[in-house]
């Protein structure tokens, strides 16, 4: 006979996260004295305290913090069975909520929530954009339903799905002397070591991507500035304040426009993927399966034609493993 009810792991999540019995009752519909209630019988029931008071507020102690992931990942089956055996799934309004890095979430992602708004009309998004450090963990913490993610999964417990391929180009302003320097020589590593670098804040895919791919050859890479935003530093190196690498989706239409150039080097091409990344062992809800599913057909289209920048030619974009080498 069992002695807990989703009921009572669900308010026991909730304590967690607000840290009182009276902020969770308003996340769980119930008076302050239920929920106390409830979370006192969830305890009886298990024979274990789960929370210490520390002053005002309840703190998880080494029990508790051993029950949470294990009561997020019941209560998130619990609801992919509902969506997926609810009779009237079909015509309901359901939400996903999906956490993708700043690059994804601007430049890759629009287009996948245009088609994905076709196809299911019922099916809203709740999209939360962040670094991806901030995207793993929220993904492991059960925030979101899934992530999207530039780089590497350094998370225990991820399942982690290429998606996209990417490539990373260095920029300067059109106007640069760089620009001129490397139209009549490709530039070398002392150049590069030189320039003035504006780099992501650490954390985020593209700083972690950008430093494996440059450390190897640079062997240094100081920053002259860092910026919470990959966009912010594409402006900032249009206005001439320095050079960076940055993803070809991102500096596409600047590059187009003339404000900014791809600078020839003498170092191997750059690729890192982009990944989706979800709880091991987590169900797809038929909603989660609609957004992949999108995702992976605007893989396709991607793939149907080939990205040109400038006088600079890349193939299609497409899934595989992340590399720097030379351009095949």
Known sequence: MLHLT???????CAVAQAGSTVAAADAVALSQSATSAALQ????G?????????GRRLALNDAGRALLPEAQSLLEQARGIEQAFSA???????????????????????AVLAALARSHPHLGVDLRIANTREV??????????????????????LEVEPWMRDELVIVAAAHDPLVQAAGQRPLGVAALRAARWLLREPGSGTREMVEHALLPHLRQLPAAATLGSSEAIARCVSQ???????SRVLVQALVASGELAVLPTTLPRMWRDFSLVQRAGKRHSPALSAFVQACRAQTGAVQTGAVHTGAVQTGAVHTGAVHTGAAR
Not at 41 to 44: A, P, V
Not at 88 to 98: F, H, N
Request: hydrophobic fraction near 45%; charged fraction near 15%.
């Open 6 to 12: 989703l009921r009572q792991l669900e308010i026991f």
């Open 41 to 44: 019988q969830l305890e009886q």
């Open 46 to 54: 298990m024979g274990v305290q789960l929370f210490e008071r520390v």
């Open 88 to 110: 009237r799934a079909a015509s309901l309004p359901v939400r996903l909520r999906v956490a993708a890095s700043t690059t994804i979430g601007t430049y890759a992602l629009p």
């Open 136 to 157: 793993g963990e929220a993904v492991q913490s059960l925030d979101v339903d899934l992530g999207l993610i530039e780089g590497s999964s350094h998370w225990p417990g």
């Open 240 to 246: 001439g304040l320095g050079i960076s690498c940055l």
